[in-house]
């Protein structure tokens, strides 16, 4: 018998064979991740991937989780969270601010994570989930690995610049911060997470200051009245144009929810791709639903509708026309100049909002021209147009 039919012969007997399957085992936590990932190339020059596992306990005994290990398709490890990492990255109920490494029986929480790579790092095909349970109060240990996923490797959304000019902080952008990154909604019977990646784009002047003078006055922020550009060509497919201005200082109480994102516009730039401007100034929206428009066009001005407590542009990514009932996905710009980054933080970059006082900021000297990043938090930036 020759090498060649002995080999056939075999295939046939494989494929002909029953396929093992592998006995269901009870586990006494169940989860899956809400969405597949999609890396992104920031402007530290990692790749991000930024995602949220749904986790249940299902057992009749509270659950402390212990560790949380990331790990590829072939089981190497790529990130670990210990229990102090979880105990403020787990949201009981998905709801932020309700953070806790323990699951009560029948309780569910939602573990936002973050996983950074070098630029040069082999990207996974899939991520696994390697828990860590203690079993209270008796104090059992155990680990299973679930909530496998296919990391989506989609071509990222390339945008043009949404403003011009110099002095631009991403403020609550990619990828720890929390008031974006963890803003999941209920809606429709189904979590979504529209604003993953979004930006609250507002501006410093030559001293560093967001706003001057009386920080209840409007036209003291630095970038109120800032003309609003296309990112991309697309059509218009949503818009807003009446709702007025907010008091700055706290955002506004009781707000409907069809009025959160102010006066917005929403445009299709294709392949799935939807971009929402959100918070511009009443009566400054120059588009319509179905208008045409190209990169760089003037679509309105910025101001301080809707859910805002400051005038800022607010913009994200989704894979549908509702800027809320949507799945956030990342997209870089496609140049910028890299100027300074707020390296004191979220805190820093408040009190400047609600004060007035200087941005703590670390000069980047020179400026570091960048292409085909996504500007990551606190960073400010220089468009060109």
């Known amino acids: ?65 212990q560790a949380v290990e990331i790990v590829d398709e072939n089981g190497k490890s790529l990130h670990r969270l210990d229990r102090d990492s979880i105990a403020k990255r787990l949201s009981l109920g998905g709801r932020r601010g309700a953070e806790s ?30 828990i860590t349970l203690r079993f209270m109060p008796a104090g059992i240990e155990h680990t299973l690995t ?21 002095g631009y ?16 909604l209920p809606l429709d019977g189904r979590f979504t997470l529209a604003q993953r990646f979004a930006i609250d784009w507002e501006q410093a002047d030559a001293q560093n200051r967001l706003v001057k003078d009386d920080p209840k006055a409007l036209g003291n922020y630095t970038i109120f009245g800032r003309d609003v550009l296309a990112v991309a060509d697309g059509t218009v497919v949503a818009t807003r144009n009446d709702l007025p201005e907010q008091v700055p200082g706290a955002l506004p109480k009781n707000l409907p929810l069809d009025q959160a994102d102010g006066n917005f516009v929403v445009l299709d730039i294709g392949g799935g791709a939807y971009v929402l401007f959100a918070h511009m100034q009443p009566g400054s929206v ?16 910025v101001g301080n509708t809707g859910n805002s407590q400051a005038p800022h542009l607010h ?24 100027t300074a980054i707020d390296q004191a933080g979220t805190a820093d970059f408040d009190k400047a909002e609600a004060t ?25 930036v220089e468009f060109a147009r």
Not at 107 to 123: C, E, I, R
Not at 172 to 184: E, K, M, N, P, T
Not at 286 to 301: E, I, P, Q, Y
């Open 356 to 380: 007035g006082a200087p941005l703590t900021l670390t000069p980047v000297s020179p400026p570091q021209a960048t292409k085909g990043v996504l500007p990551l938090d606190l960073t400010v």
């Open 286 to 301: 120059t588009v319509t639903a179905g208008a045409r428009v190209k990169r760089g066009d003037v679509l309105g001005k």
């Open 169 to 184: 902080i991403a403020g609550d952008g990619c990828c720890d911060s929390i008031r974006h990154v963890r803003a999941l």
């Open 146 to 166: 679930i909530a496998e996923i296919a990391v989506n490797d989609a071509a990222t959304v390339v945008l043009g610049p949404p403003l011009a000019g110099k």
């Open 1 to 65: 018998m020759t090498g060649r039919l002995l080999l056939a012969l075999l295939a046939l007997f494989l494929a002909s064979a029953p396929a093992v399957v592998a006995e269901p085992v009870l586990t006494p936590i169940v989860g899956q991740v809400l969405a597949a990932p999609r890396p992104v190339l920031g402007s530290d020059q990692r790749r991000h991937l930024v995602y949220e596992v749904q986790l249940n306990n299902v057992t009749a005994s509270t659950l402390d989780v």
């Open 315 to 338: 913009l994200h990514v989704m894979d549908g026309p509702s800027p809320l009932l949507a799945n956030g996905i990342p997209y870089v710009i496609d140049t910028f100049a890299l």
């Open 101 to 130: 490494a323990e699951l009560l029986f029948g309780q569910f929480g939602v573990l936002f994570l973050h996983l950074a790579l070098g630029k040069d790092d082999a990207l996974p095909r899939a991520l696994r989930h390697r």
